[in-house]
């Protein structure tokens, strides 16, 4: 029966195209070495947020409705102010070692992820490639091959509170987190789980210690009003001073921070849902 009416002996068919859309997205990488060149015998630190968006027309990851879906999705949240926090990092450190300031004992990778929003295809795509370059198997686990993995995804919109996601990932954490935000004073909420909708959990399931620092979601989030002006500078950049603390400590640090196993959550939330 089909709504109440004998459909006795009816067959139903269905013709289905899919068009394929190709194109390309670009991961940014930048290096600061502890010598003259990277050494590729001691694990890196890598600071990383993606810099890809919805671009001018949402598509299917938009929560815009009507006309409203056709509209620029700025990002200003998402992530234009995680893409910053890198920046400013890196342009940190790199004065800190210019003056002499930093006796590094790893490098730090700098990274800036496309494809992010379509499923953490820029993240994937380099520990893909950076695991064939150094094992010959593109899935193998790049546990010690990396120190750890700081990751940023929407610091612009502080909201009380702090909220540092992965903190199970390593016994380092809580006390590093502790005595980096002593000068700063920002109220932090600590999630342990590090399976997270966000390029963090690539490296953390390849045996990667990982922190990520996010704002919160709010009514903005995938619309065309995450713009500029409402960004909170002033706690974005309290957010970016604190991840740098922490990948100072890092990348002076003889000792990596060490890798916990944690079991991933049954029902995994989207980002919405954080």
């Known amino acids: ?10 067959k139903l068919s269905a013709k289905i195209e899919i068009e394929q859309e190709k194109k390309r997205g670009r991961n940014v990488l930048g290096i ?3 010598g003259k060149e990277p050494d590729l015998h001691v694990a890196p630190l890598i600071v990383c947020a993606h810099v890809d968006h919805l671009g001018d027309r ?3 990851n938009s929560r815009a409705k009507g006309d409203e879906v056709n509209k620029i999705h700025h ?6 102010s995680g893409t910053a926090g890198v920046i ?13 300031k930093l006796p590094m004992t790893r490098d730090v990778l700098f990274a800036a992820w496309s ?9 994937n795509h380099f520990v893909e490639s950076y ?6 198997k593109p899935d193998s686990k790049l546990t010690h091959m990396f120190a750890a993995c700081l990751n940023m995804d929407m610091i612009g919109r502080f909201n009380k509170t702090l909220v540092l996601q992965g903190v199970g990932s390593s016994s380092w954490w809580k006390r590093e987190i502790e005595q980096r935000n002593a000068p700063i004073g920002l109220a932090i909420t600590p999630q342990n789980d590090a399976h997270l909708p966000t390029d963090s959990t690539t490296f953390y399931l390849r045996g990667i210690p990982t922190l990520n620092a996010f704002t919160g979601a709010h009514e903005d989030y995938h619309m065309p009003s995450d713009t500029a002006d409402k960004i909170d500078y002033d706690n974005a950049a309290k957010i970016a001073k604190l991840m740098g603390l ?11 921070p060490d890798y916990v196993v944690l079991e991933a959550p049954k029902n995994q939330g989207a980002r919405t849902g954080l």
Do not use: F, H, V, Y
């Open 88 to 100: 400013e990092i890196a342009q940190w450190l790199a004065d800190m070692k210019k003056q002499g």
């Open 58 to 60: 949402g598509g299917s």
């Open 32 to 34: 600061l070495p502890a």
């Open 115 to 123: 494809g992010e929003e379509l499923g953490l295809l820029g993240s």
């Open 1 to 10: 029966l089909m709504g109440g009416i004998d459909c006795t002996g009816l």
């Open 131 to 136: 695991a064939k370059m150094i094992t010959g």
């Open 75 to 80: 990002g200003a949240d998402d992530n234009a």
């Open 246 to 256: 922490i990948a100072r400590s890092i990348t002076t640090a003889k000792e990596a």
